[in-house]
């Protein structure tokens, strides 16, 4: 009897610790899988404030750019006004990381080419002190962009992948994270990258 006794004690000190293994295991898997998680939000959120910190620089170029350009391309009051408003608008803003944000951002950007472009049939402006460094500005802004956006976007990848893969699906569940989205380049900024300081000293 005490040998069936010890048999059974020994069956049930097995499954204990065999639970016990597998519980520890999940503990783990739990915590390093969870780090791993708060670690890539807070990489997504350090990359978007490096994002909108290079917007604001760009908000805060865009009415010296437009009161320079104004002065010779009286005829194209219409554009500078849009460009000023889509600025004021994007400023107030309380859409930080959204996909209307994003897009707002894209058409700005694209509203700016339009004027760069113009501005090449005004030989006065484009000889203008002012406005060659300001462009020159606005070009290593957009150089600036470009590489937050890339920091950015992959960290957001790497963020969707958590929560949308399986295990790490379920911790994410467990965890409020916020929504972020891709900030993606407008069609035409991704075929042909525009070069400010190429486009005026042509």
Do not use: C
Not at 33 to 59: C, G, H, M, P, W
Request: glycine share 4%; hydrophobic share 40%; no cysteine.
């Amino acid at each position: 009897m005490e040998t069936q006794t010890f048999g059974l004690l020994g069956q049930y000190t097995n499954t204990f610790f065999g639970i016990g293994g597998i519980g520890i295991i999940v503990a783990i898997y739990f915590i390093v899988t969870y780090n791993s998680i708060i670690n890539t939000k807070n990489t997504t959120e350090e990359a978007f404030s490096a994002i909108d910190t290079v917007l604001q620089n760009r908000y805060n170029l865009i009415p010296n750019l437009v009161e320079v350009v104004k002065q010779y391309m009286s005829h194209e009051a219409s554009l500078l006004n849009n460009v000023s408003e889509m600025r004021s608008k994007l400023i107030s803003s309380t859409n930080k990381g959204s996909k209307e944000r994003f897009s707002e951002e894209n058409e700005l950007q694209a509203s700016m080419k339009s004027i760069f472009a113009i501005a090449e049939n005004y030989p006065d402006l484009k000889a203008s002190s002012n406005f060659l460094e300001l462009q020159t500005q606005w070009s290593e802004i957009e150089d600036r962009l470009q590489w937050a956006r890339r920091a950015y976007n992959s960290a957001v990848k790497q963020l969707n992948n958590s929560k949308e893969m399986f295990p790490s699906s379920i911790v994410a569940k467990m965890i409020k994270i916020s929504e972020y989205n891709m900030f993606e380049a407008d069609a035409v900024a991704k075929v042909e990258k525009m070069d400010a300081k190429a486009m005026f000293t042509a």
